[in-house]
């Protein structure tokens, strides 16, 4: 406060004031400014609103105007028709000016008619009102022909409009199917080629492998008809709802066209009833004007009369004049009531006359709505002038007839009042007759009202059939239009229907072959890992021939063994034991070699019972892989399954090829031994006996040996009773060697048969150690048998 009162001190007065009225202006100009600032911030309200308004409106219109791009052809048929609009509007304001002119001509003769006598002037006014009825009914035809032709304009639009859409789905239906047709057609050729690539190797290989893969193939190509076949379906079936839906529309147009036939019986009828209306007024109106020209003749001959009899009564009878005088006042009010009763009547015919004018001006409006037929417009316009130019000439000279009638009739009235004076007692009787004329007139004019009432009816009932008309007009107009409107969503919605499922089928093309490609990895590792298993294969397979080779080398030298031991036999011992032990060596060897058969039969059935045990648990792992895969479709998954079907295949081959192998060398060896066993029986045997034992059913080859054996010991020399019960003993010990040969062969076929049978049945580890131990068990077996044979021929022998 103090500083405040310092610098108070300091200042003037006027520098306080002035200081005083700077803040009042800063506070005056805050104030101002704050209030612009809240105008402002209102104005970008409305701004921002606005400019948000706009902006929905711009998006709407950009929306607008990529729909319109769409449908370019519908915007050129508008454009099309607004021309044209333009065009019929420029020829229609032609139009109304030169009907202005003929108005305004049309007029001027009506003035020049005016100004003629009353009586004619009549005349005129009636001939005026027919010319402007007739007028009237030819604007009504031509406007009902125009109407007619614009809705025959307007549906050949809608149909071409109509076809168009039509053409544009069908195109669309087109296109949509050529797609699916391709698609279809390269995802096949795509498979095609898939499965031709990784199967080149497979089938150059081996020809089996071809049969399968060509049942695959024809299989596949039954899938590819099928699909074929249901596409050929689904196209038949589109097709169909095509015809069904372009059958509708020609049922609508069918439908269409008998009700605008129906209509045009309808205003057809009316026009004929119009027309029969006006003659009938016509009729009436020329029946009225020869009565009202009858009764003005008749009152102008009355007043002629009157006005003679009167002069005459004033030079002979002044009394009488007063009488005749008022009788003549009262007949001249009577007539001049008449007269102003028939001048109102013109009024109201002139008042009908502007009202039917006013129609037709109205009519001539709603003509503004026309489209075309302007130059045939002219054409009438041309021809009504024409019409008028007549009407006017045969007017002038009907008005000179007129005039010269009249002349005539004062003429002849000149005379009629001369000859009057002479006809003066006829006036009584015709006073009479003119009060029955009065009555005939009132009787007209009661038939007059009649008419007239029967006409405003026949009006209304006209006017009201056509609005009926009008109403059933728009009716059907609008709900052609909702029709129209219903078929264009129906087929724009289809087409964004088919758009949307071309875009679909877009993208699970793309992700089928996202998911082809990760097959063809998916299959080129396991064509390597097929690679890897084929090659331990392989090395199983090797390591098993050199263990088959290892045995027949051991068995090679157990019959060498054996035949070095038949032969220190045989030099040490006579010819009659000699042949003795060679038999159970034989034994030996047989019951041996098909132990041996066995037991190779064993471990090759356990190597190849373990080869497939390899092979499943492949067949475990392709099936694992294949069902670790992507979710696949379709093809994907039927190469798949064919791969896994090839490979088991090829495995199962390889195992019975190598059976087959085990077989033929099996089936080798027996041949050998057999052969052997032939040319032991054949060096030893020479003549022969039949045997009678009860169960002796060997082979040919068998008996044929015995008969061999038979007579090599006949012929031996010796005591005869020694060598017959040495021959005996032979044969018998001949026999039951045949007979045990016999048996061990059927055991080894049994035997065979029931490995088999287990081989199927067990698992691959049991049978693994059953057939480990087989060849041990076969090799005692074997060695027991040939000390059994070779100890029962030494107690023979001794």
Known sequence: QIKLRCIMNKLSEEEFFRL???????????????????????????????????????????????????????????????????????QEEEFRLQNQTILQEFSSIHAKNDEL???????????????????????????????????????????????????????????????????????????????????????????????????????????????????????????????????????????????????????????????????????????????????????????????????????NQPEKIGDSEDNANSKLMDLEKQLKHLSHENTNVQIKNEELEQEVLNLKGELVQINKLAEKRKALIDEQALAIQRHQNESDEKIKSL??????????????????????????????????????????????????????????????????????????????????????????????????????????????????????????????????????????????????????????????????????????????????????????????????????NSQSDGTLESLPGSLSAGRIRLKSELSGSPTAQGLENETQALLGRVTILQQEKWILEERLTFLEQSSSAMADELLHKNAVIQHYCMDGRDSNHSHSSPLHATNQAIKKMAEFVRSIPGDDLGTRDANKKLMGFVEELLSKNMTLEKESEHLAQEVVRLSKNLPVTKMGKTLTKCPESAGDAAECNEEDDYQIIMSEDS
């Open 117 to 315: 006598e009353k009586e004619v002037s009549v005349y005129k006014s009636k001939d005026n009102l027919n010319l402007s009825k007739t007028e009237v009914l030819r604007m009504q035809a031509e406007n009902s022909v125009l109407r007619k032709k614009l809705e025959g304009i307007s549906p050949v639009n809608e149909h071409s409009i109509i076809s168009d859409s039509n053409m544009n789905n069908s195109n669309c239906n087109n296109l949509t199917d050529d797609n699916t047709s391709m698609l279809g057609q390269e995802g096949q050729s795509s498979s095609l080629d898939i499965s031709c690539d990784n199967f080149q190797l497979l089938l150059d290989t081996e020809k089996e492998e071809k049969n399968l893969l060509i049942a695959q193939v024809n299989s596949s190509e039954k899938c590819i008809a099928e699909l074929q076949t249901k596409l050929k379906k689904k196209q038949e079936s589109i097709v169909q709802l095509q015809k069904e839906k372009e059958d509708q529309l020609t049922e609508a147009q069918q439908g269409l066209k008998l009700v605008q036939e129906v209509k045009d019986k309808e205003i057809i009828n009316l026009k004929e009833l119009c027309r029969r209306t006006q003659t009938q007024l016509t009729l009436a109106q020329n029946s009225l004007e020869e009565a009202r020209q009858r009764s003005t003749d008749l009152a102008n001959s009355g007043v002629r009369f009157v006005v003679s009899e009167m002069e005459n009564a004033s030079l």
């Open 403 to 600: 005039v010269s009638n009249h002349k005539t009739v004062v003429e002849e009235l000149n005379q009629q009042c001369d000859e009057s004076e002479a006809k003066y007692e006829s006036l009584s009787k015709r006073v009479s007759k003119l009060e029955a004329t009065k009555k005939k007139y009132e009787d007209q004019k009661i038939e007059l009202r009649q008419f007239r009432e029967k006409h405003l009816v026949l009006e209304e009932e006209i006017k009201e059939t056509k609005e009926n008309h009008d109403k059933e007009k728009e009716s059907v107009k609008s709900s052609h239009l909702i029709e129209l409107e219903r078929l264009t969503e129906k087929y724009t919605e289809e087409f964004k229907s088919l758009n949307t499922q071309l875009e679909v089928s877009n993208v699970t093309c793309a992700e089928y072959e996202d998911i082809i490609s990760g097959l063809r990895q998916e299959v080129h590792d396991s064509v390597e890992e097929r690679r890897l298993h084929e090659k331990k294969g392989l090395t199983v397979v090797k390591d098993l021939q050199r263990q088959l080779a290892s045995e027949r080398k051991r068995a090679d030298k157990l019959q060498e063994r054996l035949s070095e031991f038949i032969v220190e036999s045989s030099n040490s011992k006579s010819e009659s034991l000699d042949l003795k032990p060679r038999d159970p060596d034989a034994t030996s060897v047989s019951s041996w070699s098909l132990m041996s058969g066995q037991n190779e």
């Open 20 to 90: 005083q009225e700077q803040l009042l202006q800063l506070r005056t100009t805050n104030y101002t400014l704050r209030e612009k600032s809240t105008k402002q911030d209102n104005e970008l309200l409305n701004l921002k609103n606005q400019l948000s308004n706009i902006a929905n409106e711009l998006a709407k219109a950009q929306r607008t105007i990529n729909w319109s791009k769409r449908n370019k052809e519908i915007n050129v048929l508008l454009e099309e028709n607004n021309v044209l609009r333009k065009k019929l509007q420029d």
